[in-house]
């Protein structure tokens, strides 16, 4: 019997939703998850791994409270939640009671045995005590907040390639070291400490310092406690934060407030407000208003920038007085009456020069009188506001032009050379704005982000839309409320070629309190795609050293798809770090075949009928998936408890049975004879389902007849011991053949595509190709192809920590009668 052949291949198109599944392109896809389009083949989505060394204590925001037998104190910061943990050595304590002075948890992740120490913790104040881990009395005790990462970036000092991670949760600053560890002033310790929620996330600039030679860190999380509308109706709080600067001189880190601290703790000797803008005229210099925090921080033609602005009128603050200088200026007494007002469309810039300078922010015709250096004069400073009523969303640069996004519109600040007026605002769009102050991803020639119109890219002269073939992607799935559009992150992945934006789903349920979608766009082909996740914010990450397969590549070979000289193993290579609500900071890869294990099993209860309790805070997981399966998947690894539940559990994928709460899920172990006796140190890992759906074919359709499809020849990459299911859907319907042929009995087959060789081929195991048959023997006016994996291929690690690659398919085919004959 002869067939048609019909190629399709190479892959370019990617998700398309634009048109009706039998108009898209032959090698487009209507669901593409969790994989992508990349250089003419499907490819599996990236993974992860830890950072430092594959040790899971390394890859943790951290810091370090005492060492062991020696002088000990309670945990710093205001947040002391259940889920934190310790750590001595190899010995973790997991905080699972709230009260005073609980015990914990108590696991030797080295010898997966009890830890012989013990702890109790306070989550009422942070304190705690620890005894009788035997470890000698230099041993540093680290604390584990677990909290949300809320900030990633680079301090741009130091050597070429091999500039320092710094990264934020919401209390503290980090810096990367071979580990994770707590970022102080030198001279104040207990600083810099930030209070803001799990969704103010941080803005981190360079730029230079007091002196043309120095490079300063300015970091802003735009948090007040009463957030002031425009009128000004918001009054000062202790709790509020300011803007932050970090230098590094001679190894020795300041961190210093740049706008005002009324924490006295945190500004010990009353440090007034670098960002002075007016004062009063007469005798008696005194402040009038300062800015004291805005959502954005840039530099601009030798300028430092603050975008949407809010701005304190100083009430109450008293004159200089050179005898009396401790009640000079802005006190905690008199910040707490002061009025905190937002200017959301303002830019204020300071003059030229460093914006360290005691007039560096003074508007035209203002002076000040700082104290020890006498009276001081306006040099260029000042602000300009845009002519609209919408927010400053996000800003970033093309070229040398600084492109400024609102809410629902587009502008640039424009640069005039005027020193008496250098900028003024240039309305670029009057309908396309962002809703993500993260979400601005920046190209030579153009700007990329998200708005509540659609993904957008400004090129400096006109902005348009990009996402034509997922027009109503941005309506129908991304969340719109204030905290979930805070929370859209987007950055640049250069090796592949891709850009990713995290975003909340509009399924989300009442249980996922942070992003649980990806979108994926391939800027050389224009495709998109979909991936399941939960991180909070990216950033940059440039390693100091080689990886080596012994020390540092916590994989097996065959979740290990790189080579050698890959990007991720390839010392000081520019990677994308990813940061998660219990504080993992982890290592995206292309070529890597699993997600990292960043989700801490905070506890683990049976019931003894089989189902378990995980407690993982934070997990996201969903009660409503949208995926074949219906249901999340969790690897778990790392558990210390009894030894039958140690090897029952540790390697095993297990569906997600229930979501008890944002905190709490079950899984169910099917009569499995498990004690109750767990220890600490256990992961959770989210497994990946690839779901793909191809287009409604026919190669007839121009002919009016329908299809009689013989079977399917898939070109995969050689895997070890991988597989995937393909089911089939004619006649544009959504009824399955494989489900229906198991109901009825008949002989369908089982759609299983093999990645691996088969036995029978020798020549196979050496091939890097595989053309492998999926036969179907069904006939319609169209067929739908999809690739998916069932229930029994999702708990097989060897499929779904493997690689998966689609380079092409052949189409065996023959035309049958007319469409209603």
Sequence with gaps: MAFDRFLVGPINTGLQRDLKPFLIADDAFTLLQNCYVFRGRVRKRFGSIWMGEGNQLLTRLRVQVGTVGGPISPVPGLIFPIGSMFSAGSQVFTVITAGVLQPTLGADIATNLPSAGNMHFSTTNGAFTIAGTGLGGATPIYWYPALPVMGLTQYEIGAINNHPSYAFDQEFAYVYTNGWSRSVDAGVPARPLFHGANNNYFWATNWTGITSSSETLFVTNDYLVNVPAPQGTGLGALTDDPIWTFSQANGVNAWTPFSYSPDVVQ?????????????????????????????????????????????????????????????????????????????????????????????????????????????????????????????????????????????????????????????????????????????????DTQVMVTGNTGIHACNGSNVDRIDQKIPDEVFNDFKTSQSATLRICGIRDYYTELVYWIFQNTSVTEFQNFDNQILVYNYKNGSWALFDDCYTTFGYFEQSIDMTWASSIPLTWQESNFAWNDNIVEANKRQILAGTPEGYVVIIGADLGRNAPAMQITNLVNDGTGIITLTIINHNFTSNPTNYNNTDYILTENIVADAATMLFMNGTTFPVATVVDANNITINTYGALLANTYYGGGTGTRVSNIQMETKWINPYFNKDRSLYLYKVDFAVTRTEAGAITVDYYPSSSTVSMLDQGAASGALLGTGVLETSPYALYPLEASQEILWHPVYFQTTGESIQLALFFTDEQMINPNVTLCDFQLQAFILYTQPTSQRLE
Excluded at 273 to 284: S, Y
Excluded at 326 to 349: H, L, Q, V
Excluded at 370 to 398: L, M
């Design 267 to 443: 500004n010990p000797a009353n440090l007034q407000p670098i960002t002075v803008t007016r004062t009063t005229t007469g005798n008696n210099q005194i402040i009038a208003n300062y800015v004291q925090q805005c959502r954005i921080i840039l530099p601009f033609k030798n300028r430092l920038i603050l975008l949407n602005t809010i701005e304190n009128n100083a009430n109450g603050a008293t004159a200089f007085n050179p005898a009396m200088p401790t009640t000079t200026g802005i006190t905690p007494a008199n910040y707490a009456t002061s009025t905190n007002t937002a200017y959301p469309a303002r830019c204020r810039y300071s003059h030229n020069g460093s914006p360290f300078a005691t007039n560096a922010w003074l508007e035209q015709n203002q002076t000040y009188n700082p104290g020890a250096t006498g009276v001081v004069n306006a040099d260029g400073g000042g602000f300009i506001d845009a002519a609209t009523d919408e927010q400053i969303v996000s800003a970033e640069f093309i070229k040398d032009r600084l492109i400024v996004y609102f809410e629902r519109s587009t502008w640039e600040l424009a640069y005039t050379g005027n020193e008496i007026l250098p900028f003024i605002w240039q309305k670029l769009n009057t309908e396309l704005g962002s809703q993500g102050t993260f979400s601005s991803v920046p190209f």
